[in-house]
């Protein structure tokens, strides 16, 4: 079973969100980032038995997509167009 | 479950297909060093899902791909299926064999197939994430392992407990987040340098988006007032120019009117000038022709006195001859009958002179009788006569001068009635003027009253709003200085708790640094331990004193660890109560019996008091050696019976100290420690409510302060309007009153010349009345003079009457007399004339022969000589009748002259009225003309004022407009708007949309940050969370695996003993791991210090104690035992097939010791370059058989 996330603009799993962000099909900017982590959060704790490693890679998922709304607030210089993920 | 079988091809150094059946219990694969034997290993390890090339010592996944040799080409594909018995269902699928298929092609393409059907990666993982076969997992382990176990500091050494525990994963994945959220707080930094610099740009473009905002809305404002006031200029306009066409109109017709009353008037002017020429011409020829019919009357008059005296003369002449012949036919006769006569007359006379004396005598008594009377009356008559003519004169040029006067009178009474007309119609015209003016006035005075009324009620506002704002700035005033009060209240408590309880502070350091684990051995505060209740709270209190804030402490080392923390975090100061220093106190039984009998006495204050037994000693370190007494007095006795040695307090809470020292009184205020916390808790309540309270009246006072400026300004427009309006009733006023004085004074003509009209009228009536009297009485004077003339002619008559009857009388007395005498005397004579007559008739008989013949002469002669009496008679009638009509022409004329030259005055003074009027009249045409042009202009000038400034038709701009609009003040808003718009200064109106772009770029960011701020708290908090989830399992595995690896190393060493040691225990998240053993015969020392060979087994030792803790379905033994003697190997061996009976084992090996232990060898040789091939070595033929019996 697969971590699932309900937002406005997107429910379905994280890593297809993840994804879909990736290959620009959803706009970043309209995924709330507080809501999306306060969901993983909330499945956190419902979980029996935290599952670390589930947990950690929505953990990283969710970082990684905090990492790319964050960097897309800002402005892409000469040479870092190569750094992007 | 258990590994069934391998299928391998094209992977590695395998490039044909190879398979390898393994059994439940060792499977052994063997071969040469270089063989390709651990490529087993890798295959295993690739299709359970490892994606790290590099960890299949690989550049990329690509060349797990058997790559060719000298004799053999490269494949396109490697491929490795593992068969897994399930009949366990330990996997969650269900099926009792599970196929296990990874490919990958030279192309890049990659498959994964389960039981022969593609899926995911995810979905292998998955499958074997709970069964232990995870990349996590400890199926596999090579020799990197041990050297790890062996060569890794004690921090990296714990990396193979984490993997163990499974938290190694998420560790790595926390380090990755973590890293993440810190590149998202970078991120989130540039964001704020951003937002920095956006924040520069905001005010000033709020300010100048204000600006242009106020610049937009009194433009806005400005365009509809000005658009409004044009749309109603233009009405006006329109209005006007209508009212003025219309006036022009009717202006015209008047002036057309006027021209033509003023051509009239010229042609009248000119016609009476005509007449009066012509009236003198006639008037020339009239006295010409008076003064020859004069003339010509004269002459006739002299012929005629000519001509009579000529005709007299020959009538004379005639009548001369005529009467000579009569006189001598009479004479002739006249002799004939005297001759006759005389006879008969001497008869008759001597008769007639007897009768005739006779009447003498009467006669002579009737002559004594008057005729002066007849003449008096006469006299008088004519006197009376002479006065009456005197009458009839005065009279009559009296009636003259009155007619005159009438008809004077008669042209200024027209003259007054225009005039009057005039004025009325004048008056009509201020009148209305007045009526508008006072309209307007009254208008005005309403709006100015209005304007009052909305001033006084906004100064009423303004002043209410005033005291409020004062009242409220004031009651905000107080409030800041309450808030000021409350904030240093609270600040001096908070520093005076720091400060004065510096040393509760550095209490409730140490007790926080308890419950975040940053200090060991804290217990607790004394009040945390120690409960008192009741009537001796206050004695206890009093006993305890400072005490109940110290610190217990495990030991006393905690305690100078926690010293040492204070002073280092400069924390505040404590008292620290060591448990392994404290030593109980107690009262003496000698001292506590003599205590006791005292009847003050109560008991010692650790029997009042309630604690745990672990703090018994503390308790009676405390109070084991005060005693309660009930007063004063009593503990004072007490204490001297104990010799003072023993502190005695009071219920009251008064103390006599050990050594007899006295404390006590009664406190001002109770504010304990708690008390003060607690006032600190209701002031920080008390601040934050007032702040908010502030802050609602900050908001309400800049409201009021925004009201109030308002109302000023509001105010100060309605002054500047009211005064305007008080201008503009003042100059109304005065307008009004310019006009009531002109309306009087015209009133006044006009009621003048009323007065004037009703004077000429009545002087008319009275000249009327004289007139038609002078004619009544020269009426009346002609009759009575015609009266007394007649009167004088009978008077005259019978003068003349009476004198001839007396002079009659008188004469007929003489007559009588003298024919008396004559008679007398005739008959003397008589007698002898007849003597005579005869001769007398004789001579006149011839004398009438002579006279005949004369007339009879002249009277041919007159008949033809001169003009005749009618001819004369009518010539002069003719000219005397004529010189009568033309003195009656020339007065006529000379009258219709007056009275035309009075007329040409008059008309001329009226033509000049006239022409002044009329060019009034023209001036007003001309204004017309030039109000029409100069209000065309003025209708084009804004009719392009709002086609170019507002690009608006007339009509748009009227749909546009609201209708009522009070000019004025619109035009005052105007002039207010263009000053304040000039006071903006310089505008930028991109200014709002930048302000709005900014702004919103600005909320945008700000929001985009504060979601991933909160975001990346939530993220801290779940890594929290599942950090204490780690810790749990970290510890909970290591303590497992300890124990495990005490058993196997005594199992594998054959005694000895050995321990994994925590670095540090309160910080597992971080601790790094010794391992310390001691081989049988040996001392306890650190990995490192032993032989190698120990390490190494010491190492396999922990691996196998971990596999005991995580277990696992399969392990992969790649070569592990490398570095162990051969008598190590043997033990090894022995302790993997005991092991063997729990899980399955796979090792690769090239010990002989190893493969003795070995179920089932297979070999693998490398024969041909490159390529290595499968060699199956069955080590007993039994156990095969035990194998197969196994398998069943």
């Not at chain 2, 007639?352 to 004396?357: E, N, T, Y």
């Amino acid at each position: 079973m697969s971590y699932e996330v309900k937002l406005e603009a997107f429910e379905g799993p994280l890593d297809l969100l993840l994804h879909l962000i990736h290959r620009l099909e959803i706009d970043i900017y309209d995924i709330p980032m507080a809501e999306l982590t306060a969901q993983y959060m909330e499945h956190i704790r419902a979980m029996q038995v935290l599952e670390l490693n589930e947990a950690s890679e929505y953990l990283v998922m969710a970082a990684s997509l905090l990492a790319i709304k964050s960097k897309m607030l800002l402005p892409i210089h000469e040479g870092e167009l190569d750094e992007t993920e | 479950m258990f590994l069934k079988r391998l299928e391998v091809i094209g992977f590695k150094s395998f490039a044909d297909r190879i398979g390898i059946d393994f059994v439940p219990g060792v499977t052994a694969v063997v071969g040469p060093n270089g063989s390709g034997k651990s490529n087993v290993t890798d295959a295993i390890r690739w299709v359970l899902g490892e994606q790290s090339a590099k960890s299949l010592r690989g550049a990329k996944m690509e060349d797990v791909i058997f790559a060719g040799s000298d004799s053999r080409k490269p494949l396109n594909f490697a491929e490795v299926s593992l068969i897994l018995d399930n009949e366990d269902e330990r996997l969650p699928i269900p099926y009792n064999e599970v196929s296990v298929t990874r490919r990958v092609y030279r192309s890049g393409d990659s498959e994964y197939l389960l039981n022969k059907q593609q899926c995911r990666l995810k979905d292998i993982t998955d499958l074997f994430l709970d069964s232990g076969l995870g990349k996590e997992a400890f199926s596999i382990i090579s020799q990197g392992r041990v050297d790890e176990i062996l060569n890794s500091r004690p921090d990296d050494r714990r990396s193979i407990f984490e993997e163990a525990a499974g938290v190694l994963k998420y560790k790595q994945r926390k380090k990755k987040a973590e890293h993440k959220l810190f590149e998202t707080e970078d991120n989130l930094h540039r964001v704020l340098d951003i937002l920095h610099e956006l924040d520069t740009r905001i005010e000033p473009l709020q300010i100048q988006a204000s600006a242009a905002a106020d610049y937009l809305k009194m433009s806005k404002e400005l365009k509809d007032i000005d658009i409004a006031v044009i749309v109603h200029d233009l009405h006006l306009l329109q209005q006007s120019l209508a009212t003025i066409v219309d006036e022009k109109k009717q202006f015209t017709v008047t002036e057309q009117e006027h021209t033509n009353n003023m051509e009239n008037k010229e042609k009248q002017v000119a016609t009476i000038r005509k007449q009066i020429t012509a009236l003198d011409s006639l008037l020339d020829q009239a006295q010409h022709q008076l003064v020859e019919a004069s003339s010509e009357a004269e002459r006739w008059e002299g012929r005629k006195v000519l001509m009579a005296e000529k005709r007299h003369n020959a009538s004379a002449q005639l009548e001369k001859l005529q009467q000579s012949l009569e006189k001598a036919q009479i004479v002739e006769q006249e002799w004939y009958a005297q001759q006759v006569d005389k006879q008969e007359q001497l008869t008759e006379r001597q008769t007639a002179f007897q009768q005739l004396k006779k009447s003498v005598k009467q006669l002579e008594d009737n002559l004594n009788r008057s005729t002066t009377d007849i003449e008096n009356d006469i006299e008088d008559w004519k006197n009376t006569y002479i006065d009456r003519l005197n009458e009839q004169a005065t009279v009559k040029n009296e009636y003259k001068h009155i007619t005159q006067q009438l008809e004077q009178q008669e042209q200024a009474s027209f003259k007054m009635t225009n005039q009057s007309s005039e004025m009325a119609e004048e008056l009509e015209q201020l009148t209305k003027e007045q009526r508008a003016v006072e309209s307007k006035l009254r208008i005005v005075q309403e709006q100015l009253e209005s304007k009052l009324a909305a001033y006084s009620a906004c100064q009423l506002e303004l002043t209410d709003a005033s005291k409020q704002f004062e009242s409220k700035q004031d009651m905000l005033f107080k409030g800041y200085q309450h808030l000021q009060q409350l904030k240093s209240r609270k600040e001096t408590l908070a520093e005076l708790e720091a400060d004065f309880s510096g040393f509760f502070h550095g209490v409730k350091e140490i007790l926080i640094a308890r419950e975040s684990n940053k200090l060991s051995g804290i217990h607790g505060a004394v009040a945390e331990l120690i409960q008192v209740s009741g009537e001796n709270t206050k004695a206890l209190e009093t006993a305890l004193g400072a005490a109940s804030q110290h610190i217990v402490t495990e030991t006393q080392q905690d305690a100078q660890k926690a010293i040492a923390w204070l002073k280092e975090k400069r924390a505040g100061r404590a008292t620290f109560l060591p448990k392994n220093v404290m030593k109980s106190r107690k009262v003496s039984l000698n001292s506590l019996g003599a205590a006791a009998s005292h009847p003050s006495f109560i008991n010692t204050a650790d029997e009042l008091a309630t604690f745990d037994t672990a703090f018994q000693t503390i308790a009676e370190n405390l109070l084991g050696n005060v005693l309660v007494a009930k007063d004063l007095q009593g503990a004072t006795q007490i204490a001297k019976s104990c010799n003072y040695r023993y502190r005695v307090v009071t219920l009251d809470g008064d103390v006599v100290n050990t050594g007899g020292s006295l404390t006590g009184g009664s406190a001002k205020q109770q504010t304990s420690l708690f008390s003060r916390k607690a006032e600190l808790e209701a002031l920080t309540g008390q601040l934050a409510q007032l702040q908010t309270t502030i802050e609602q009246a900050e908001k309400v006072v800049a409201e009021q302060k925004t009201f109030v400026a308002t109302q000023t300004v509001t105010l100060e427009n309605l002054r500047q309007q009211g005064e305007m309006l008080r201008n503009e009733e003042f100059e109304l006023s005065g307008h009004f009153r310019e006009l009531e004085a002109t309306t009087k004074r015209l009133a006044l003509r006009v009621t003048l010349v009323a007065t004037e009209q009703e004077d000429a009228t009545g002087r008319s009536s009275n000249l009327q009345e004289r007139q038609i009297a002078a004619k009544k009485r020269m009426q009346e004077l002609t009759a009575e003079l015609a009266e007394i003339n007649a009167t004088i002619e009978q008077l005259n008559v019978l003068k003349v009457q009476s004198e001839t009857a007396h002079d009659a009388l008188k004469e007929q007395y003489a007559e009588k007399r003298s024919e008396l005498a004559v008679i007398q005397e005739q008959v003397s004579q008589l007698k002898q004339a007849s003597e005579d007559v005869t001769v007398q008739y004789n001579k006149a008989h011839s004398e009438v022969n002579n006279i005949t013949q004369e007339i009879q002469w002249l009277t041919n002669d007159e008949s033809q000589n001169g003009p005749s009496d009618e001819e004369i008679i009518a010539s002069i009638t003719s000219w005397q009748q004529q010189k009568e009509e033309l003195v009656t022409t020339i007065a006529t004329s000379k009258e219709q002259r007056t009275t035309l030259q009075v007329t040409l005055d008059s008309c001329e003074v009226e033509l000049k009225e006239l022409q002044r009027v009329h060019k009034g009249l023209l001036d007003g045409l001309r204004n017309f003309d030039v109000k029409l042009s100069q209000m065309e202009f003025g209708k084009t000038a804004l009719l392009e004022q709002l086609s170019e400034d507002y690009e608006l038709s007339f009509e748009e701009a009227e749909r546009e407009v609201n209708a009522d609009v009070d000019v004025e003040i619109s035009r005052k808003k105007v002039k207010l708007l263009k000053q304040s718009i000039a006071e903006l200064g310089p505008v930028n109106l991109n200014a709002i949309e930048e302000f709005e772009t900014v702004s919103e770029r600005h909320t945008f960011l700000t929001e985009q940050r504060s979601d991933l701020m909160e975001a990346k708290e939530t993220l801290h908090e779940a890594i929290r969370e599942m950090d204490e989830e780690m810790t749990a399992r970290f510890s909970e595995t290591f303590f497992k695996i300890r124990d495990h690896f005490q058993v196997v190393f005594r199992e594998l060493f054959g005694g000895g003993h050995a321990d994994l040691q925590l670095l540090e225990q309160d910080n597992l998240l971080e601790t790094g791991i010794d391992i310390v053993a001691q081989p049988p015969g040996k001392k306890l020392q650190n990995l490192s210090l032993l032989s190698g060979g120990e390490r190494a087994l010491t190492a396999i030792a922990l691996l196998f104690a971990i596999l005991k803790t995580r277990p696992v379905p399969f392990c992969i033994l790649d070569e592990v035992e490398a570095a162990l003697d051969e008598s190590n190997v043997t033990r090894y061996s022995q302790y993997l097939k005991k092991f063997s009976q729990e899980s399955q084992f796979i090792v690769i090996t090239h010990r002989k010791g190893t493969m003795e232990g070995a179920d089932v060898l297979y070999g693998i040789t490398m024969q041909e370059s490159g390529v290595s091939k499968l060699v199956s070595v069955k080590l007993e033929q039994e156990e095969p058989v035990l194998v197969g019996q196994r398998s069943e």
